[in-house]
């Protein structure tokens, strides 16, 4: 703009020494300067317009770059409603948690991710339910956004052997990035080796392998806020339970998260006055739970309420078996079953969720920290929140976000 300003200050100059030519009578030689000078004129201004043009774009889009991308900001709408100030917890290592608002790439990281041609491989730990579906294709679906090549996409189904077999399929396609979940710490050390040994970037969800050092063997861990769902549990315990006499089905296996829930939930029925009649473990998490819950029940009556560390059908299917229709069942994890279940007057309660999509797009995310050099938090929480029979819809929106609610579903709350 200021060039342009001096050359048209040169141009009025320019007009009033012609004007003084023409009427010193040198009319033909001040229409030829007059025309020079015009053309001249015309094309620096033309010059200077592109100039300016050419440094606003830039400006721009240097601006633009520095901006958090905008697919994060939509995929994380409505979640701030639930982001509570209780990380007064530890991960699995020690870690202190952070907020998935710390956890983010700008636009100029994404671009350079789209444009270094990556590989990515997952290691699943089940494959089953509208769960798993949008924890992984939150991952997979940013990955690909982010232009990486999904090489592998593998599940053991809780299984160590299955889960080694993974390991070696997804090494063998040479993948930047390895999105895995070591259920059991000490075995998984040794399982996700080759990858550590290869120089993947990985990233795990909820759980860490023993002695993994954060920045050298792995990227980071997402998952959820755990204390947060230890106290929604609790919260809908209190409303279901009339005599305050509640049951336990734990999951008897060392899964970090998992056990954090299960001792908030503890640590709050005692602080409200509700007694643990009886607790029964189970590391089968089929079967294992149907057959906890049957023993449970049948030697100790008086229970009318049930806590349940996950895979709560299977409780209510015990429930059923022994008719028990009274027995009001609290657990955690979506999935169209469990819904289907509480809609129609079945034993499941309440359910406590995560954002579970959210807690996909996160590991992927820290694959692109990973690949781009750049330190992530190492423990990372997404929002936690309740289930009941009014707030369904704007729940399953807030869990699974692009996955639509089944018409089955949809018929039972009409």
Known sequence: M????IILVVAVVSIGMLVTFSLSGCKSAAEEVVTEVEEAVEEAVEEAVEEAVEEAVEEVVEEDMDEIDPKIVELRQGMDAWRTENTLFEGPGGQSPTWDTELFLTKGEVAEIQAGDYKAA?????????YTEALYGGCIDYLEYLGFEITADTSAEFDDAALISNIETIMATQPDAVIGFPQNTITAAEIFKPAVDAGAKLVFVSNLPDGY????????????????????????????????????????????????????????????????????????VTTGIQDATAALIQQ????????????ALYAATACEDADRPDIKIISQGLDVPYMINMLSGGNIYSIITDSTYNIGVNLAIMAGYGVLGKEAPEYVVTPSGIINKDNVEEMWDFAFRIVPLPDEIKDLLE
């Open 2 to 5: 200021k060039k342009i300003s």
């Open 213 to 284: 050092v954060h920045g050298e063997d792995f990227v980071g861990i997402s998952t959820s806020q755990p204390f947060d769902q230890g106290i929604y549990m609790a919260d809908a315990i209190e409303e279901a339970t009339e005599n305050k006499k509640i049951g336990v089905i734990f999951f008897d296996v060392d899964f970090y998260i998992v056990n954090l829930i299960d001792s908030v939930v503890l640590d709050e029925m005692e602080k409200r006055g509700i007694e643990v009649v009886a607790e029964q473990g189970f590391a089968d």
């Open 300 to 311: 100790n009556p008086e229970i009318d309420t049930l806590y349940v560390s996950f895979n």
């Open 122 to 130: 997952l290691a699943r730990h089940g494959s089953q339910g509208e």
